[in-house]
């Protein structure tokens, strides 16, 4: 069953050029991994003479979130967006960003003028029936004062508050338009800035002062320089209003250059460092236990895309995590952008899960894809022996890295390790009589899967021949697949872009968002002045 919906609009003060999509899509994929369907209104003209559409969409394509991007000013095929057809999208598609568009009064979306899009996402959230209307800007609510004129510290910040006080102390932060909209349809709207956890909600509220807001930057350390602790340094560092690094453990000094940012190659030095949260983008078991251990040991959270990590000893992690009040995320280590665990949560809280099947990125189903096309299977694995480590690829093609993951998946869906694991290693003579029997509408994939029977969880990995029709065969290989089986017979299915530098930076950087929310809704939670 489709999510909640939500409305997410973002202006010309968040989306100042095309290096502000990156963060916009953070905003959008939080979201979505939540649980919502969320549709976007990307002011049209806001980022000069790029395109929003083509930008928005050329950066939930590099994170692999599903979304639909409509271009009310250059796609021909809408001149005038109907709603009934927006509400139908929604739900095929979870992501749906509308650049260039605005409302009649007949229904449809038609192209905007600039400054209207406060009064379009109010508009669209009440003729979508969406549970939430979010107005993004560049601070974090309404204030007593225009905050362009003074520092926040110094001004009250309201938690909620009526139309007409919105329209009293916000009209150069809100279009008036958009506050008289809402008070016609008796509606509510959240005014916030991107990646905060703060809002002013206006609505049918008396004025409703907010508690003093933390705002210090939170202090990471990134455990790795590889492909995900770049990507993931990048962002962190792209956000330094919300964080600072305070260095990053690296193997060789030599192969590393990051400016601002203080590089150890020593585990004892990186110990002695007092950040906020740790990012453990390491390979393999040590030293990243040794290392999230240390760390969670002192009440220090830790977020981790380590997979053969969190199958292996993510259980007694966990338990550290929760007697140290730390916190301890992963989504990333399983993944990548697909929300696999997020889902499995409030599918094991909700209803009874019977069984998950999953097809995951990765070299043995690219292999897998081209042998069904007719490629010899020799040649494939000397190109991917090219392309990655050996033990990586090993790791691939003998299903450990597949099964670690299917271990993980098992946990969060029926609360336990498979008890009986069987794998199926992938073989040439195996492999040439699945695709000399191949039919034309069949494809081959490596397919985890795992079951409950009454109190047992059985699991197993192996090549399976799917229907191109299937769930699991949908899409191209670069994308995990998710198959969850409720007890009443119904099937959810979850995706997203598997492995690779942004997919999977994406999930840190959400684990990293939730982990800063929480901590700054914590009292104990203490910001330190530089």
């Not at 005038?80 to 992501?95: F, K, S």
């Amino acid at each position: 069953m489709a999510g909640d919906i939500i409305v997410l609009k973002f202006g010309g003060s968040v989306l100042r050029s095309p290096a502000d999509v990156p963060t916009a899509v953070h905003e959008i994929y939080r979201w979505y991994r939540a649980g919502w369907r969320v549709a976007v209104i990307a002011e049209p003209l806001a980022i000069g003479e790029h395109k929003p559409a083509a930008l928005f969409d050329s950066a939930l394509e590099r994170v692999g979130i599903p979304a639909r991007v409509v271009d009310g000013a250059f796609d021909g095929e809408w001149p005038t967006v109907r709603v009934e057809r927006l509400q139908t999208l929604l739900e095929c598609t979870p992501v749906l960003v509308l650049a260039g568009f605005g409302h009649d009064s007949d229904g449809g979306l038609p192209i905007s003028e600039p400054g209207g899009s406060d009064h379009s996402a109010v508009y669209l959230a009440h003729a979508l029936r969406a549970h939430r209307c979010r107005l993004l800007k560049d601070v974090d609510g309404v204030y007593e004062a225009d905050p362009a004129l003074a520092p926040t510290s110094s001004l009250q910040r309201f938690s909620a508050l009526g139309y007409a006080d919105a329209l009293e102390l916000a009209t150069s932060l809100i279009q008036p338009n958009a506050v008289r909209l809402l008070d016609r349809y008796r509606a509510r709207a959240e005014v916030a800035a991107i990646a905060s956890p703060y809002e002013s909600v206006i609505g049918r509220f008396g004025r409703t002062p907010a508690r003093p807001a933390a705002i210090a930057p939170t202090r990471v350390l990134i455990l790795g320089r590889g492909e995900i602790g770049r990507g993931i340094h990048d962002r962190v560092a792209a956000m330094n209003e919300h964080f600072t690094v305070v260095g990053a453990l690296i193997r060789d000094r030599c192969k590393h250059a990051a400016a601002g940012t203080s590089l150890f190659d020593s585990v004892d030095a990186a110990k002695n460092l007092q950040p906020d949260v740790v990012i453990d983008a390491l390979p393999g078991l040590e030293p990243a236990q040794c290392l999230v251990s240390h760390f969670l040991e002192r009440g220090v959270s830790v977020i981790s895309a380590n997979v053969p990590l969190m199958a292996e000893v993510g259980r007694k992690l966990g338990t550290l995590a929760a007697r140290c009040n730390a916190y301890l995320k992963y989504s990333a280590a399983v993944g990548g952008s697909a929300p696999m665990l997020e889902t499995l949560r409030r599918e094991h809280h909700h209803h009874d899960v019977t069984a998950i099947a999953a097809v995951f990125s990765g070299a043995t189903n690219h292999i897998l894809d081209r042998c069904a096309n007719g490629s010899a299977l020799n040649e494939l694995i000397l190109n991917a022996a090219n392309e990655t480590s050996p033990g990586r690829l090993h790791e691939e093609l003998s299903g450990a890295h597949s099964v670690h993951k299917l271990r993980v998946l098992a946990r969060h869906a029926f609360g336990r390790d498979p008890d009986a694991l069987r794998v199926a290693a992938l073989d040439a003579e195996s492999l040439q009589r699945a695709c000399e029997a191949l039919t034309e509408n069949c494809t081959l994939r490596l397919v985890a899967r795992a079951w409950k029977i009454s109190h047992r969880v059985f699991g197993q990995l192996q090549m399976e021949t799917l229907e191109r029709q299937d769930p699991l065969a949908q899409g191209s290989p670069e994308w995990n697949r998710l198959l969850i089986t409720r007890s009443n017979g119904q099937e959810l299915v979850i995706q997203g872009r598997g492995g690779g530098r942004w997919p999977v930076t994406e999930a840190l950087m959400a684990d990293l968002l939730d982990v800063r929310f929480a901590q700054l809704a914590t009292a104990a939670f203490v910001p330190r002045i530089s």
